[in-house]
């Protein structure tokens, strides 16, 4: 007497985990999953859809345009200068490093020591190896250069 109930009600947890599934992955609306569904699970009826989908909280799907708007906007042109000491088979030297957040775009060059010079030279070496114009450049520390 016991077999008949429990094989039901695997059967149906069945159902369950394939609407579900589906659901999940095809973030279809609720009519068209159940178009979709109803010749492939026998009894299926969008009431019994509906509160399927409800009791597993995927009757509502989140919405896409949310996750757009909190994507901040990173302007083209602001690069970010870091200077970081490496060690090589030569001994220390310091490296350059320029990145443009946006299009990651990176230009690299290893000096023997930092000086003004070498930092200018870098600086007009990033602007003619750059296809843009730029605009504003973000020191490692916190400060600012605008161009």
Same mark, same amino acid.
């Not at 989908?53 to 200068?81: H, M, Q, T, W």
């Not at 990145?99 to 230009?107: F, H, S």
């Not at 020591?113 to 605009?135: E, G, Q």
């Given at each position: 007497m016991l077999w008949p109930c429990t094989a039901k009600a695997f059967y149906l947890q069945q159902k369950q985990e394939i609407v579900c599934e589906f659901r999940r992955v095809?973030?279809?609306?609720?009519?068209?999953?159940?178009?979709?569904?109803?010749e492939k699970i026998l009894n299926l009826m969008c009431s019994n859809l509906h509160r399927c989908l409800k009791r597993n909280s995927l009757n509502v799907l989140p919405k896409e345009g949310a996750a757009l708007e909190k994507k901040k906007c990173i302007p083209l042109d602001l690069f970010?200068?870091?200077?970081? =000491?490496?060690?090589?088979?030569?001994?220390?030297?310091? $490296?350059?490093?320029? !990145?443009?957040?946006?299009?990651?775009?990176?230009?690299?060059?290893?000096?023997? =020591?930092?000086?003004?010079?070498?930092?200018?030279?870098? $600086?007009?070496?990033? !602007?003619?190896?750059?296809?843009?114009?730029?605009?504003n450049i973000l020191i490692d520390n916190g400060d600012a250069i605008y161009l």
């Amino acid at each position: 007497m016991l077999w008949p109930c429990t094989a039901k009600a695997f059967y149906l947890q069945q159902k369950q985990e394939i609407v579900c599934e589906f659901r999940r992955v095809s973030k279809l609306p609720l009519d068209d999953v159940y178009s979709a569904l109803k010749e492939k699970i026998l009894n299926l009826m969008c009431s019994n859809l509906h509160r399927c989908l409800k009791r597993n909280s995927l009757n509502v799907l989140p919405k896409e345009g949310a996750a757009l708007e909190k994507k901040k906007c990173i302007p083209l042109d602001l690069f970010i200068l870091i200077v970081q =000491k490496v060690r090589t088979d030569q001994g220390k030297c310091d $490296l350059f490093v320029a !990145i443009e957040r946006a299009t990651k775009y990176v230009y690299v060059e290893p000096h023997s =020591k930092m000086s003004v010079n070498k930092s200018s030279a870098f $600086l007009k070496n990033l !602007i003619v190896h750059c296809s843009f114009k730029i605009t504003n450049i973000l020191i490692d520390n916190g400060d600012a250069i605008y161009l």
